[in-house]
């Protein structure tokens, strides 16, 4: 009798506590979509403060179209510029503009429109860095956010030198669009825009039109701020007339009508600027809380039993044939989404924590992030064909370049699994920031501004000084990737000493000397604030 009560007891007690996770796990729910909403809507408040901060240098970038006829020039160009506004469909929308309107040319354009690709890239690797706490969170995290630039650079540094010398983008456009009788559609749909557009407006307002203008010489503009208005007047002109016979008599009436709805910075006395950086700090303030809950709401949500389930149904090793099509239905899967949100770097930011929590490989997420590709090309000639019917072909035919550029990097980087060394590169990647972490910013500001600047540059020294100090730079760069190649694989064909690098000096074959380096500044700087004892910097 004992023994069943104390059964039934247990029973009840197994309930309750089943009972109170249910509970527990439904309340989460609301709260994680109500985290993902503001992290969107952070995400989107950031891309507006960066076009008030940089959108003037890079309308003024884009109306140098000397440089622009430079193809490594146009890349870095695209890069910059879209890392400024952290929109590629920004600084796309630019480039349709100005061929639209005839300031530059399609062969001009194609360019800059891979280096927006690679631009766009660098916000699923800022999320990355919020999750440097943990070490092996942050090894997946990185890894998966970084596998998005290796593929864009890797694209581009196959089609951009075969572009420059075949045409090959400008051809296949060229060709789709005479072949295709092009029709002015609708505009591109914004789903995602009619959930955060009522926060996001409450906050700022932009005219983006400011900076095509300045892109494209309006000098009417040029003192013009991004920031929308609240009101401006419109003169409205009638005729009365008293009877029949009588001659009309016109009339005019000066009313005002809201340009934009009210927001915090509406008739605000501060710089484009100063309000770009007032909205750069709190959006990533907010990012980054968002992204901390975000990820601990999914560690205590997918757990157990749950994360178990949904490692099996996404990481699971089908039979050859189904994995093939599992693959490309990811594809799909990540083309329709993007679609969907209207942003590659919205939905690669949002699978970015899942990756370092551990629920999505990067084997899987590999194929969600191409398809993010290629579905922000698709909304990209939607939009092209809402143009006007004078700029349809020249609209069009940008975005088609858009597409194949990003079709053509899949073929090359996706179906054979030899040829998918993103996922390698990346790896690599994770490792080295999971062991140095402060390698993860310096890779930021490498790749993505000293780098491109250092071209940028040297472009505009001229062909031959960037011919005179890149060529021996690539050079040197094939030569070592071919001896470590060798190294690995066919030691026997190199000589003696160059079957390792140990003649080499350390801080020239590992960056252990750099991260001793700046251990000791950093203890250095928090011993001068007194939050060490001298004897632990002594010993160490």
């Known amino acids: ?94 480039i349709v503009s100005l061929v639209s309107s005839g300031l530059l040319d399609v062969h001009s354009a194609i360019p800059i429109i891979m280096g927006s690709n690679i631009g766009t890239s660098v916000t699923n690797t800022i999320v990355a860095l919020m999750q440097a706490g943990e070490r092996e969170e942050f090894e997946r995290a990185f890894a998966g956010a970084t596998v998005h630039d290796c593929f864009n650079w890797l694209s581009v540094l196959v089609l951009l030198p075969l572009e420059a010398v075949s045409g090959l983008l400008r051809h296949l456009s060229q060709a789709v669009v005479d072949t295709l009788q092009f029709s002015s559609g609708e505009e591109a749909p914004e789903l995602l825009k009619v959930l955060t557009e009522p926060l996001t407006k409450m906050i700022i307002q932009l005219d983006r039109s400011v900076i095509t203008a300045i892109a494209t010489g309006d000098q009417s503009v040029r003192n013009k701020s991004l920031v929308k208005q609240w009101c401006q007047t419109t003169t409205m002109e009638f005729l009365t007339q008293t009877n029949l016979f009588s001659t009309p008599d016109l009339h ?36 980054c809380s968002c992204l901390i809950l975000l990820v601990k709401l999914l560690n205590s949500l997918l757990k157990g039993q749950v994360a178990s389930a949904i490692n099996k149904v996404i990481n699971t090793d089908f039979n050859l044939n189904f994995r093939r099509t599992h693959c490309y239905l990811a594809l799909l899967v990540g083309a329709g989404m993007t679609f969907l949100v209207q942003s590659s770097s919205v939905f690669t930011s949002a699978i970015t924590p899942l990756i370092g929590i551990g629920v999505i490989s990067i084997e899987r997420a590999y194929p969600l992030t191409l398809g993010s590709n290629l579905g922000t090309t698709t909304t990209a000639t939607l939009a092209a064909l809402a143009s006007p019917g004078d700029k349809l072909a020249a609209a069009t035919q940008v975005a088609l370049c858009h597409f194949f550029f990003n079709l ?23 490792n080295c920031t999971a062991r140095y972490r402060w390698f993860a910013v310096l890779y930021l500001l490498l790749c993505f501004l000293l780098l491109p600047s250092l071209v940028f540059a040297l472009s505009m020294a001229g062909w031959k000084v960037m011919t005179g100090i890149g060529v021996p730079v690539i050079m040197v760069i094939i030569s070592v990737v071919t001896v470590n190649m060798l190294q690995v694989r066919r030691p026997d064909f190199l000589p003696l000493r160059l079957q390792n690098w140990d003649f080499l000096p350390v801080w020239m074959t590992s960056l252990q000397p750099l991260d001793n380096l700046i251990t000791r500044v950093t203890l250095w700087c928090r011993q001068g604030r007194g939050e060490y004892p001298s004897q632990y910097y002594n010993t160490n």
């Open 252 to 287: 005019y009436i000066t009313s005002l009508s809201l340009c934009s709805g009210r927001h915090l910075f509406v008739d605000c006395i501060l710089s484009d600027l100063a309000i770009g950086l007032i909205l750069l700090a709190c959006s990533l303030l907010v990012l």
């Open 1 to 94: 009798m004992t023994d069943a009560f104390q059964s039934q007891t247990m029973e009840t007690q197994l309930r309750s506590e089943q009972v109170k996770t249910v509970l527990s796990a439904l309340c989460k729910i609301p709260f994680l979509f109500l985290l993902l909403y503001f992290f969107v809507c952070s995400l989107d408040v950031l891309s507006s403060a960066f076009q008030l901060a940089g959108g003037r240098v890079a309308g003024d970038i884009f109306q140098e179209n000397a440089i622009l006829s430079n193809p490594v020039a146009g890349l870095v160009v695209g890069i910059l510029v879209t890392v400024l506004v952290q929109s590629s469909s920004t600084s796309t929308s630019i």
């Open 408 to 430: 053509l990097g899949i073929l090359l980087w996706y179906p054979i699994p030899v040829t998918r060394l993103p996922i390698r590169m990346a790896c690599a990647l994770g």
